[in-house]
């Protein structure tokens, strides 16, 4: 496949503007080729206006189309697997074994989303039938299922240059859900970007679905994005990305004449509390487990656990000096952009000037002094100066975290009750720890998404149990999931239908079940065809 | 019971401020006693601490344990019924029956939220577990459950002082989920909002709930409500009202440092669409019908059909003289407040002057000139000039409806699909019409929250299915409902454990299911135990 540098609107190229814009391979800062052109503003009224047209035709193909479109996404992006990964290679200087790992993560997430709406009991289909009897007023027929929602714009993010970005959890689960895409590519690595669009659109073809089902938009400024979720016939936006660049298009999307939701992800610092029992036990293990987990893909994860409480335990001290080993012995890394460089190196900086933090470890071999590149870094602090300070929760996107020393159950609790939302929380400790810390449990369970006991925020698990989620400022919408099948409940509202003859409506609605999927009868979940029940005395 | 005048927080009297305000008889416009005190700001933050203390308990108590608080509400609402509706009477004007019906319905809707949560299959539990065998990494375990946000703001609305007020869907919906609730009293009847506070506070002195479990504030201005949405420590606002009200919360739930989800329900003005058999086969009985509906409550129903679509057949003439006939026949109404009673005069005025618009009846009999008191007015136009003008779908809250004559059905289809979001849309037909007229629905669809077949839109039904909601501006977001056990999903948020122990997980999420709910186990539905299964290969 070529890459043209031009944004793919429905079936169509774009012209783009001529300010052509390169992306830039991080392991030598080398321009490549080709130039991509930002998309104008006339394309984005276009390609909404396909969205829309497409939406009346595909927001109602049954999930048997659906599921079969986004099979052939995945088949299509399996066909050129070799090739996407070369050149998400030259983007983003990830390693290989890397993005072909995050090539079948994002296959096997279109599946996942192509096996639920097949499945088609997603549709929480509620069926509460007639009684004409009842006094003093007969009860009507009402029944009620997901739908989608209308055009959905979707931002894809640097550091999952596949599984957060084109084809990513977000299109997948707004694409199930029955609504239009059109996605911002990421200006780091659209070389990627268009490979994975030109798949897309041959899925649309070969599926003879509408050419607005799906849009690939350039740009490498924030006017596309802008005129994007400003746009009155997007009805959803889903992003990836940071605190003040999702913030700012939440501020958009709620100043709309007609406001609209928005599902922005934005990184999270992750704290992990190890505890007295499991620190006595397994110091040495965890300590190497935490080194892997915040160096992974350098620290580039919204999952980095980026700080880390310790009990006041003598095996603290060999606890991190074990991992100031590990960091000092830690090689450069390349990380995904001059923009996360130059982020990180002035993060690192102005942490190391603040009296109350202290440097344990650096990476010790010398390294490039490029933008792109970067060592790793540990600070530590007490918790005592971390319950005053301000800023040393917030999230550093790269190879760093900080260890918050003698932490006291006290502490461990009031540390806990002061945080913000983050997307995850970890626990180490034995079930003895458990026991005594069940009040930190009970904290946390009210500040994150997901609770993770003995293991590492890293390395997520796609599945339906997941939730890649947290209050605010983790995300935009603490009710929500950006990964994993409960995701699709973001690009879709429940309508009811009073009174309509069975031949009318929707087949997940109708007496028979004739798509046998789990329905919520008459209050009772079964699968059973309306019309088998003995009818409930209301 | 009697009327302190005073808020109520958790278990303690309000003081307030000394500009007390009373509630007025619209049945004569005279004030009555006692005299309420607003709140004040320290009392806020006292509601506020009480309920954030408070959630650190009720936020964790079982099913069964929110069962009995929300029974125990209903309880104590029916001992002190007939005083209740008295005071109702005497604030609202509303006829006795209709005041007895809602007490009934709010007891109910408070028994269907005990019932759902004491069944407990609603926090959608779902388990995937670990494979440790998986290639190329093991496959943690997974469980997720839906888990209450924390305290919960409601505003009354004035056109339901019980259903839609201090222990309505929105309280009983957000307790259900385990979140404290502080409700804002709407100021036109405070006294009967005291004694359903009253109610409550009891209810949770019964239970040995915290105090901070429930509060209520008084105030007659906007000054409390714009502090309880911009309060730290409230995680959610529950809304019904006007869109200007509405919208001015939603804009600064947003602009909050921390923006937390706010559902405002701000009504519609659900477009009726009579196809031409069923205008041919019973016109007669659809105008009375639709009189019926757009008068009831004095037109003060968000689900009041206030723009009604008619096909160019000759039927329609006879339509419009029945409809002008029985208009014509309309006693006076009294509106609920004197703000209402204002408003709603000033849009019929300005209605009347519009040259688009001519009007077909008024109620003949002489009424009454006071503030209070209204008579109904039924206007038309036609779909031409519908679709050039601005304004004529807009919500005139009271008892008037538009006719909108010689609806083609392309001008049908131009006008649903420009239609904004609407809480409901109603379609007349025979079952010819309705294949005749599948693009409609289709439209439709996509622009309310619920689609009446051959009824009418006021009389909503409590139950499982049904959808009080629908895109902007009917509410905030037009992905949930404010009535119907799904009204619960607003409050709550899916929470995952990663690893735990299976005696450190709750209830919902452990393996024999000891609660026996429904389960997305491993991607099947059930109610077994999850040890019980064969493991799926994965």
């Not at 073809?205 to 016939?233: S, W, Y």
């Not at 109350?356 to 650096?362: D, R, T, W």
Request: net charge negative.
């Amino acid at each position: 496949m070529k890459l043209s540098g031009r944004s793919i609107i429905g079936f169509r190229e774009g012209s783009g503007t001529p300010d052509l814009f390169y992306a830039t391979n991080p392991a030598n800062g080398e321009p490549l080729q080709p130039g991509f052109a930002p998309a104008t503003a006339a394309e984005v009224d276009l390609a909404a206006q396909l969205a829309a047209e497409a939406f009346a035709v595909y927001g109602r193909i049954s999930g048997k189309e659906k599921a079969k479109f986004l099979r052939a996404i995945a088949a299509n992006l399996e066909s050129i697997a070799s090739e996407l990964v070369a050149r998400a290679e030259q983007e983003t200087a990830l390693p290989k074994a890397r993005l072909q790992a995050e090539t079948a993560r994002t296959c096997g997430q279109l599946r996942l989303f192509a096996q639920l709406v097949e499945d088609g009991s997603w549709v929480m289909a509620c069926v509460d039938r007639a009684d004409p009897d009842r006094k003093p007023v007969p009860r009507p027929d009402i029944r009620s299922m997901l739908r989608p929602l209308g055009p959905v714009v979707i931002f894809g993010a640097s550091n999952f240059p596949l599984a957060f970005s084109v084809a990513g959890g977000d299109t997948a689960s707004a694409l199930a859900a029955g609504n239009p895409v059109i996605v911002k590519a990421h200006p780091a690595h659209p070389g990627t970007s268009e490979l994975v669009g030109q798949a897309i659109q041959q899925a649309v073809r070969e599926c003879n679905l509408p050419e607005g089902t799906f849009t690939l938009l350039f740009d490498n400024g924030t006017k596309i994005g802008e005129a994007l979720v400003k746009h009155p016939q997007v009805r959803a936006v889903g992003f990836t990305g940071s605190l003040a660049g999702g913030r700012a298009l939440m501020n958009l999307a709620a100043a709309r004449p007609e406001p609209i939701p928005i599902f922005a992800e934005m990184g999270s610092t992750n704290p992990v509390f190890i505890l007295p029992g499991a620190l006595q036990e397994r110091g040495d293990a965890i300590a190497a487990g935490l080194h892997t987990s915040f160096t992974l893909g350098a620290g580039q994860f919204c999952t980095k656990p980026g700080m880390v409480f310790l009990p006041p335990a003598a095996e603290a001290d060999s606890f991190a000096a074990r991992l100031q080993h590990l960091v000092g012995d830690t090689p450069q890394f390349n990380l995904l952009t001059a923009g996360i460089g130059s982020a990180y190196r002035a993060a690192i900086d102005r942490r190391k000037q603040d009296s109350n933090v202290q440097v344990l470890a650096e990476t010790n071999s010398p390294f490039a002094e490029r933008t792109f590149c970067a060592g790793a870094t540990l600070f530590e602090t007490d918790a005592h100066t971390f319950l005053k300070s301000h800023g040393l929760d917030a999230e550093i996107f790269g190879p760093t975290t900080l260890l918050i020393r003698h932490a006291k159950h006290e502490d461990t609790l009031k540390v806990a009750r002061n945080l913000e939302g983050h997307l995850t929380a970890t626990i180490h400790g034995t079930e003895q720890d458990l026991r005594d810390y069940a009040d930190l449990v009970a904290i946390l369970e009210t500040k994150v998404g997901r609770l993770i006991f003995n293991g590492f925020p890293t390395g997520l698990e796609v599945c339906h149990a997941v939730v890649h989620g947290g209050p605010y400022p983790a995300t935009s919408d603490g009710r929500s999931t950006s990964v994993g099948s409960q995701a699709i409940f973001r690009f879709a509202r429940s309508v009811c239908f009073q009174g309509f003859p069975d031949n009318s409506l929707p087949e997940e609605l109708r007496n028979d079940n004739p798509l046998g999927i789990w329905r919520l009868v008459d209050g009772e979940m079964t699968r059973e065809p309306a019309t088998q029940l003995a009818r409930r005395q209301s």
